[in-house]
């Protein structure tokens, strides 16, 4: 089945770009998303991509797709204490319209 | 051993029908949340109970009834089934500190709801 791996934590100085890695198996993957979870909230979407793309960029985040290693990445500009969050991957395919979330990663700001 | 659990995984239904969507999370967690996947794939919140106690309500039609009878379990009862209730909606779970600083969400597999 569909497998989707983050690394669990991130530490990364205010100011500095932050950069949270994905991979995942599903090589039908259609669609990939980014979601953050703030303390005491629900998911947010933040941005997300289509497998026929290689890069997005929104403002401060920038999402790199290399489809042919099945590695997803966030990068966060010029991170913010605002910015400490869990940052879920996730992944779709044609035809199987659930999503498959990764374990997360745990990102903490250092002042 | 499975963590967060959803039953049934499928359902189908005709319109105006009552169902309910059954989570349970056997990880001590004390907050249970449910989603809703929307036509393009994207996930919403819509509610999230810590023990026992709705924390968080977003708009949803009244419809849709969470109940939590334990905090191991929170099921979804929605009335009057309408044709847009069709979805996946998922269940998930985490264990919430003081001051609400959050522990990583673990998801179920999701139920997928077509209502005909």
């Known amino acids: 089945g569909e497998d989707v791996e983050q690394s669990l934590f991130l530490s990364v100085r205010e100011g500095d770009s932050s950069v949270i890695n994905c991979t995942y198996t599903d090589s039908s993957s259609t669609y990939l998303y980014w979601y953050k979870q703030e303390p005491g909230a629900g998911l947010q979407l933040l941005t997300y991509i289509f497998s026929n793309m290689d890069m997005k960029q929104d403002q401060r985040l920038t999402v790199l797709l290399n489809k042919k290693d099945k590695h997803l990445s966030l990068r966060i500009a010029d991170t913010q204490t605002g910015d400490s969050a869990i940052y879920f991957c996730a992944e779709s395919s044609e035809g199987n319209e659930k999503l498959t979330f990764g374990t997360g990663t745990r990102l903490t700001i250092i002042p | 051993d499975t963590a967060v659990s959803q039953t049934p995984k499928y359902l189908v239904t005709q319109m105006g029908n009552d169902k309910s969507i059954k989570c349970e999370q056997n990880l001590g967690h004390d907050t249970m949340y449910w989603y809703k996947q929307d036509s393009k794939k994207f996930l919403k919140i819509m509610f999230s109970y810590n023990n026992k106690e709705l924390i968080i309500n977003e708009t949803v039609p009244n419809r849709f009834s969470p109940k939590s009878p334990d905090k191991a379990h929170l099921n979804l009862h929605i009335n009057s089934l309408e044709l847009g209730d069709s979805a996946v909606y998922f269940c998930?779970?985490?264990?919430?500190?003081?001051?609400?600083?959050?522990?990583?969400?673990?998801f179920g597999p999701g139920t997928r709801l077509t209502v005909l």
């Open positions: 998930a779970s985490s264990q919430v500190g003081e001051g609400f600083s959050t522990d990583t969400q673990y």
